[in-house]
Each structure stands twice: as C-alpha cells, then as structure tokens.
C-alpha cells in the first residue's frame, strides 16, 4: 500500500476505517470502493449544494 498513489492509499485507509484489516485491503477492492464513492457523489450531488 505504500507504493500505491496517493488517492488509492488514500480509498485504503477510509476502507480500513470501516473495520477491514489494512493488510487484507487488495488493490480491486480499493478501486471498487473508488468508483462506488464517485458514482454515489456523482448521483447525489445535487444534495451536497
């Protein structure tokens, strides 16, 4: 995880806040939970404003 760039480092250590052990956190999972956190702001965004 350290090699990683810093938005993926970044997705693992929210994903590791929600209880995942960081040294179970794959790099698949940490681009899933990226791409579900822009689709649900994306979706959501008029709620945000």
């Given amino acids: 995880m350290n090699e990683w760039p810093y938005e993926r ?3 693992a250590n929210l ?3 929600t209880g995942l052990h960081i040294n179970d956190i794959n790099y698949t999972e940490v681009i899933k939970f990226e791409e579900t956190l822009v689709s649900d702001y ?3 965004i008029g709620e945000f404003w």
């Fill in 9 to 11: 480092s970044l997705s």
């Fill in 15 to 17: 994903l590791h806040l």
């Fill in 42 to 44: 994306l979706r959501h």
